[in-house]
C-alpha cells in the first residue's frame, strides 16, 4: 500500500516562509495530478495549489504570488514554498497524487502561522 509521507510544517511567525514536502512511499504509476490542499479548523477543506502533468499551476487566489507548488512524477514527489505567511494560512496541509487508477492522500501536516 503506497503512502504519501508529509514533511515540513510547524510554528512560524508572520511574514515567514516554509516548505513542506511530500514523498510516496512506493511507486505511483501514470500520475497526472499533484496538488495542495489545506482544512482550518472549523472550515471545509479547500484546494490551495495544484499542478497538472505537462501543464501549469493553478493556485486559490489567497496565495497566489506568496506559494509555489512543484513536483517530480518520476520521484513521485510534490513540494509546496510559502512565502509570506500569513496567520489566515494556519490549517493543517494535506499533499494529493491523482493517477488514472487511484487518489493518494497524505495524513497532513500542521502549519501555525502566529507570533
Known amino acids: 500500500q503506497v503512502q504519501l509521507v508529509e514533511s515540513g510544517g510547524g510554528l512560524v511567525q508572520p511574514g515567514g516562509s516554509l516548505r513542506l514536502s511530500c514523498v510516496a512511499s512506493?511507486?505511483?504509476?501514470?500520475?497526472?495530478?499533484m496538488g495542495w490542499y489545506r482544512q482550518a479548523p472549523g472550515k471545509q477543506r479547500e484546494l490551495v495549489a495544484s499542478?497538472?502533468?505537462?501543464?501549469?499551476?493553478n493556485y486559490a487566489d489567497s496565495v497566489k504570488d506568496r506559494f509555489t507548488i512543484s513536483g517530480d512524477n518520476a520521484k513521485n514527489t510534490v513540494y509546496l514554498q510559502m512565502n509570506s505567511l500569513k496567520p489566515e494560512d494556519t490549517a493543517v496541509y494535506y499533499c494529493?497524487?491523482?493517477?488514472?487508477?487511484?487518489?493518494?492522500w497524505g495524513q497532513g501536516t500542521q502549519v501555525t502561522v502566529s507570533s
Open positions: 494529493n497524487i491523482r493517477s488514472w487508477s487511484k487518489d493518494y
Open positions: 512506493g511507486s505511483i504509476f501514470s500520475i497526472y495530478a
Open positions: 499542478t497538472w502533468t505537462g501543464g501549469s499551476a
